[in-house]
């Protein structure tokens, strides 16, 4: 299965075609610009390099979230764009986190996968990661910050990574040697994590109209906590 | 701390915004609280100009945010009188553009006072008069020393 990945639900845009066999080509810029004015060129671009056109691929895929509305909402928008003009096109909207997962999949233990949502909030997943590969142990979750690093079950190796991942090494693990920092240069999202993800399980595929976000809005109950401390 | 000042004229109102612009840096929140007419845009006019940026600021209202790019800081300035849920909120993109080289400006901050940060900077505006405005700045000692001479 021959796949594009477009990724953009973070700073980071990126695209990528990836194939079970070999990543063919891979492009990310971290960027304040607007993903929507990238996105498209880069993935035009990516595939002219490896002399393809979208009539050449299998599947396309983009981030489901969490992550940035706006970005979410671009990455999807331009899957769905595409299928319309691709229909023989599988298309897949996998879990950030779970992406973020895959960049590291050589490692063994637990990772946990933590993204700034707003002040003192955190977008987290817990996954194990194994030889049969990575496995989600809880939903991806918005929550608050110090409450869920306080009770960080530790009983196997944990691996941060995300874009908050440094600051709550520092914060909270700074003397930990059993808490570790996810390399630089797989912390943060990336394209061919994505097609990572659909590769290992195209089951995941769905009608275009059927792709959603994730958003993963605080909820009712917490709202209402919140709402009755103020 | 709190600190207050009188302006007798838009002009008055846009210097002082200037004076309050220079002071900010990037992930600062303005919160405004006032009405209809207070002044609020006319402020933002002005450190919109304190910031670097140009003048050229225009009402929120029907974008419900208006985007500002310099090369440094950003200034993103929002309306929130349509704003009445979390999920409203959501889909302004107000949590995007929460950045460290970002300021944000929110008018009618009261609809969404729960998800402000706890550093905000609030600004009150007052009709005192056609002309004169009440302006009450709440936040850090970073404006302690604006005085009178700045809205010349």
New interface residues.
């Given amino acids: 299965m021959l796949i594009l990945g477009i990724e953009t639900s973070g700073k980071v845009a990126s695209c990528a075609v990836m194939s079970e066999e070999r990543l063919l080509a891979e492009n990310l810029v971290y960027t ?1 610009l607007t993903h929507s004015q990238i996105i498209l060129p880069m993935a035009e671009e990516l595939l002219a390099d490896c002399s393809l056109t979208f009539k050449d691929l299998d599947g396309i895929v983009c981030a489901a979230g969490p992550g ?4 979410l909402r671009i990455g999807i928008a331009a899957v769905k764009g595409i299928v319309l003009g691709a229909p023989h096109l599988k298309c897949a909207a996998v879990s950030t986190l779970e992406a973020l997962c895959r960049e590291l999949a050589g490692f063994t233990g637990r990772i946990v996968p933590v993204l700034y ?3 003192g909030k955190i977008y987290v997943g817990e996954y194990e990661s194994s030889a049969a590969g990575i496995r989600a142990l809880s939903e991806d979750r918005i929550t608050d910050e110090a409450e869920f690093f306080a009770s960080l079950e530790r009983s196997v190796p944990v691996m941060l990574t995300g874009d908050r991942a440094a600051e709550i090494k520092s914060l909270y693990f700074a003397n930990d040697a059993d808490v570790l920092l996810a390399p630089t240069a797989n912390r943060l999202q990336r394209a061919s994590a994505l097609c990572a993800a659909f590769l290992a399980d195209p089951s995941r595929a769905v009608d275009p109209e059927d792709l959603a976000a994730s ?1 993963l ?2 909820t009712k109950a917490e ?1 209402d906590k ?2 009755s401390e ?1 | 701390m709190t600190y207050t000042f009188y302006t007798g004229s838009p002009a008055e109102t846009i210097a002082l915004g200037r004076a309050v612009g220079r002071r900010l840096h990037g992930g600062d929140c303005i919160a405004y609280l006032g009405d209809l007419g207070a002044g609020k845009t006319t402020m933002t006019r002005g450190i919109a100009v304190g910031m670097g940026l140009d003048d050229d600021v225009t009402s929120p209202t029907f974008a419900l945010v208006n985007e500002y790019r310099g090369r440094g800081l950003s200034l993103c300035h929002f309306d929130m009188y349509r704003i009445t849920s979390d999920a409203d909120l959501e889909t302004t993109g107000f949590f995007d553009y929460m950045d460290e080289d970002t300021v944000l400006a929110v008018e009618w901050s009261e609809n969404i006072s729960g998800s402000l940060p706890d550093t905000a900077v609030y600004i009150r505006l007052e009709r005192t008069g056609d002309e004169t405005r009440k302006i009450t700045i709440d936040g850090d000692d970073r404006f302690a020393d604006i005085g009178d001479r700045d809205l010349g």
């Fill in positions: 304040k940035s509305y706006t970005g949502a707003r002040p958003y809005q605080a709202k919140a709402h103020m």
